[in-house]
Structure formats: structure tokens, C-alpha cells
């Protein structure tokens, strides 16, 4: 049984008033607060000024998060390969770079795995998710599909079917998911490798997230 002087405690404890919050600050001088702060108490005056903010708010941001969610990597041990993930991304960007690959490409190497440690099963449905209102249909099927694809490179995982990827064939995007996994992607924990510096493929991923998403 607690004692008086513990249950008194308590009490004034619970009883106290919730301390005030401060609302988030705004990201520029010139913005200005809705006037609720539930959806449905937002009337057409409210949504203008969200409408007219929030462009500007977003400017870089994508760009920033994802290089952010990346770097999330770059320490991270190896637990078997030669690189960690960050590296694996970086010399799959080199490679398309030096390939002579467009910008495009250059950023989808450089992201494919980006969900790799926080949605490992589905990190190519992550990365799909990503950047699909940025890249082709193509692209977008490649990103979705490449977990699958890269078995037929492991010859002697114990159980494993290398020909998964036999169910998608004669797919339109299946010889560009399979030349992706076989030159970007199976091949890429090389420590030799010379590596291009994130530094490089910073501003093409900025460009990469300027462009008007699709729906």
C-alpha cells in the first residue's frame, strides 16, 4: 500500500494543468497560421493560404530527405559483402554514370536501395513507391521488380529459385530490369571500386525532384 505522502504526490502530479505547447514555427516570415486545427474545420480562405505555402515549403525537400535516408547508410557494418549498402548505391550510380547513362538512370542506381534496411522484403516496392511520379512506367516496373530478377544471379542460395523472373517474360520492361540487375546491381559490392563521391550526384537529384510528379 503506498504511503499518504506518495499518494499526495501523485495526485498533484495527475491534476496538473497540461503544459502549454507552442505551435510549430512557420518556415517563412510572410506565412501565415490556418485558423483550426482539424481538416474539417478549414474553410475555403484557410486552403488558400495552405495551397499558396506549401509549394514553396516543399522546394528541396524531397531531394534533401531522400539523400538523408541514404546517408542513414554509410556507416552501417557489412554482414557478409564487401561494401554496405551506401556503397553498393553509390558504385550502381558510378557505373550508370560512366556508362554514360541519363540523369534518370544515374538517380534511379543511386536510390534503388534506399529502403533496404528499413523495408528490406520490399525494398524495391519501397523505392518504386518513391520515385514513381518521377521516372516512366519502365522504370517504375524495374524498381518493383529487381528483388526478383537478382536470383537468377545467385546460383546456390539453398532453396532458392533462380528462375523467378521466368513469370514476367515477355514483359515489356523485362530485358530492362534484367540488364539493370546484371550490369548495376548484382555486381555492384566491388570495395576496389572507385566510387564517385555522393557530392556528385547531389545536384542530380535535386534536378531529379524538381520536376512536376505525376498524379
Same mark, same amino acid.
Given at each position: 500500500?503506498?504511503?499518504?505522502?506518495?499518494?499526495?504526490?501523485r495526485?498533484?502530479?495527475? /491534476?496538473?494543468?497540461?503544459?502549454?505547447? /507552442?505551435?510549430?514555427?512557420?518556415? !517563412? +516570415?510572410?506565412?501565415?497560421?490556418?485558423?483550426?486545427?482539424?481538416?474539417?474545420g $478549414?474553410?475555403?480562405? !484557410?486552403? &488558400?493560404?495552405? &495551397?499558396?505555402?506549401?509549394? %514553396?515549403?516543399?522546394?528541396?525537400?524531397?531531394?534533401? !530527405?531522400?539523400?538523408?535516408?541514404?546517408?542513414?547508410q554509410?556507416?552501417?557494418?557489412?554482414? *557478409?559483402?564487401?561494401?554496405?549498402?551506401y556503397?553498393?548505391?553509390?558504385?550502381s550510380?558510378?557505373?550508370?554514370?560512366?556508362?554514360? *547513362?541519363?540523369? &534518370?538512370?544515374?538517380?534511379?542506381? $543511386?536510390?534503388?536501395?534506399?529502403?533496404?534496411?528499413i523495408?528490406?522484403?520490399?525494398?524495391?516496392?519501397?523505392?518504386?513507391?518513391?520515385?514513381?511520379?518521377? %521516372?516512366?512506367?519502365?522504370?517504375?516496373?524495374?524498381?518493383?521488380h529487381?528483388?526478383?530478377?537478382?536470383?537468377?544471379?545467385?546460383?546456390?542460395?539453398?532453396? *532458392?529459385?533462380?528462375?523467378?523472373?521466368?513469370?514476367?517474360? *515477355?514483359? +515489356?520492361?523485362?530485358?530492362?530490369?534484367?540488364?539493370?540487375?546484371?550490369?548495376? !546491381?548484382?555486381?555492384?559490392?566491388?570495395?576496389?571500386?572507385?566510387?564517385? +563521391?555522393?557530392?556528385?550526384?547531389?545536384?542530380?537529384?535535386?534536378?531529379?525532384?524538381?520536376?512536376? +510528379?505525376?498524379?
Open positions: 500500500m503506498a504511503n499518504s505522502a506518495t499518494t499526495s504526490t495526485v498533484k502530479l495527475d /491534476e496538473r494543468s497540461p503544459l502549454p505547447r /507552442e505551435r510549430t514555427p512557420l518556415g !517563412d +516570415p510572410t506565412w501565415r497560421y490556418v485558423g483550426a486545427s482539424n481538416l474539417e $478549414l474553410g475555403r480562405s !484557410d486552403w &488558400e493560404i495552405i &495551397e499558396r505555402q506549401r509549394g %514553396v515549403f516543399f522546394k528541396g525537400r524531397a531531394a534533401r !530527405d531522400a539523400l538523408a535516408l541514404l546517408d542513414t554509410k556507416d552501417d557494418p557489412s554482414y *557478409g559483402y564487401h561494401t554496405n549498402m556503397r553498393h548505391c553509390l558504385e550510380a558510378t557505373r550508370a554514370w560512366r556508362d554514360g *547513362g541519363d540523369e &534518370e538512370f544515374i538517380v534511379i542506381c $543511386l536510390l534503388h536501395d534506399i529502403g533496404f534496411t523495408a528490406n522484403a520490399t525494398h524495391g516496392e519501397f523505392a518504386a513507391a518513391l520515385l514513381r511520379p518521377y %521516372v516512366d512506367e519502365a522504370h517504375y516496373w524495374m524498381l518493383r529487381h528483388q526478383q530478377f537478382q536470383a537468377y544471379h545467385c546460383h546456390d542460395v539453398p532453396g *532458392g529459385d533462380r528462375m523467378k523472373r521466368e513469370q514476367y517474360r *515477355g514483359h +515489356p520492361a523485362f530485358e530492362l530490369t534484367a540488364r539493370f540487375v546484371a550490369n548495376y !546491381d548484382q555486381n555492384t559490392t566491388d570495395a576496389n571500386y572507385d566510387t564517385m +563521391p555522393i557530392e556528385a550526384f547531389v545536384p542530380l537529384v535535386h534536378r531529379f525532384f524538381e520536376r512536376t +510528379p505525376k498524379p
